[in-house]
């Protein structure tokens, strides 16, 4: 039984930071591709940080500098370092892992920014 569930958000300033981390049970974290994705409320779902199993990392042009993945496989963790925060990085952050056609999302963590 794959869990994958998401804890750190919470309300931060602009220009803070927090770190959104992702606890996932019942896999070999290192084969999956690993992803965190947003939603912000009105909005459609968005891709913010790609950690493939097999290449670079990739981010969101509006996230890039700011944001940083990271995985931890043998504590079966991944991690979205956010910095300098801007009122529109707010949303529920969900992370995701993939392999081939099957995808495992976790029920998101809320992130609000602050003016």
């Known amino acids: 039984q794959v869990k994958v569930v998401e804890s750190g958000g919470g309300l931060v300033q602009a220009g803070g930071s927090l770190r959104l981390s992702c606890a996932a049970s019942?896999?070999?974290?290192?084969?999956?591709?690993l992803a965190w994705y947003r939603q912000a409320l009105g909005k459609q779902r968005e891709l913010v940080a790609l950690?493939?199993?097999?290449?670079?990392?990739d981010y969101a042009d509006s996230v890039k500098g700011r944001f940083t993945i990271s995985s931890d496989n043998g504590k079966g963790m991944v991690y979205l370092q956010m910095n300098s925060l801007k009122p529109e990085d707010t949303a529920v952050y969900y992370c995701?892992?993939?392999?081939?056609?099957?995808?495992?999302w976790g029920q998101g963590t809320q992130v609000t920014v602050s003016s």
């Open positions: 995701v892992l993939r392999i081939r056609v099957d995808e495992y």
């Open positions: 019942g896999v070999f974290l290192s084969i999956y591709d």
């Open positions: 950690a493939p199993r097999r290449g670079s990392t």
